[in-house]
């Protein structure tokens, strides 16, 4: 079994409730996260993510790896 995550929650999650709501450009958002401004650009447009990008995007946005993970055969 393959785990992958729901990349359209975890933009959503990302624009709406943090970024958004602190009017951050993707440079400051990335510059708190610890990544860079296009890992921000690449979850917000829901590309893939390295594991290391994703759980700090998590941890950022205060919430657990597994509310994103999902399971695929």
């Known amino acids: 079994m393959k785990h992958e995550y729901d990349k359209e929650r975890l933009a959503i ?5 943090r970024r ?6 993707l440079r400051e958002a990335g510059k708190e996260i610890g990544v860079s401004y296009s890992v ?7 590309l893939p993510l ?3 990008s994703f759980l700090k995007i998590c ?5 657990e790896p597994g509310v994103y993970k999902k399971e695929t055969e």
Not at 20 to 25: E, F, I, S
């Open 13 to 17: 999650d990302l624009v709406t409730h």
């Open 50 to 52: 390295s594991e290391r």
């Open 59 to 63: 941890a950022w946005l205060g919430s």
């Open 40 to 46: 921000v650009q690449k979850a917000e447009t829901r």
């Open 20 to 25: 958004g709501r602190l009017m951050q450009t």
